[in-house]
């Protein structure tokens, strides 16, 4: 069992940038996809950015594209997401997720089995 550990979250003012970081233990996950959900209050929980295992593909969800960046070290078992331009909306909860299967992708969030237990972003306008 794989356990995730994110960081690096807090309150921001509109316009500014964060980096958030998911620390990886248990399980290597060279082979395995990593992506970033998030969950704002009173709202379901939605996919953000993920990427492949090998690092080279990287997916978006329409309201980050253009500001945020996902990366990985898989030296270092870890994931990343760089957020700048932030805006009010981007206020939630931000969470770091690996999938069922290895080498495998998808946004749904039934396909993803291990969770960490988030980190809050907070943009006041």
């Known amino acids: 069992q794989v356990q995730l550990v994110e960081s690096g979250g807090g309150l921001v003012q509109a316009g500014d940038s964060l980096r958030l970081s998911c620390a990886a233990s248990?399980?290597?996950?060279?082979?395995?996809?990593m992506a970033w959900f998030r969950q704002a209050p009173g709202k379901e929980r939605e996919f953000v950015a993920a990427?492949?295992?090998?690092?080279?593909?990287?997916w978006y969800a329409d309201s980050v594209k253009g500001r945020f960046t996902i990366s990985r070290d898989s030296a270092k078992n870890t994931m990343y997401l760089q957020m700048n331009s932030l805006k009010p909306e981007d206020t939630a909860v931000y969470y770091c997720a690996v999938p069922r299967w290895a080498k495998y992708y998808s946004p749904r969030i039934t396909d993803f089995s291990s969770w960490g237990q988030g980190t809050q972003v907070t943009v006041s306008s």
């Open positions: 248990g399980r290597t996950l060279s082979t395995y996809a």
């Open positions: 990427v492949s295992w090998s690092a080279i593909s990287t």
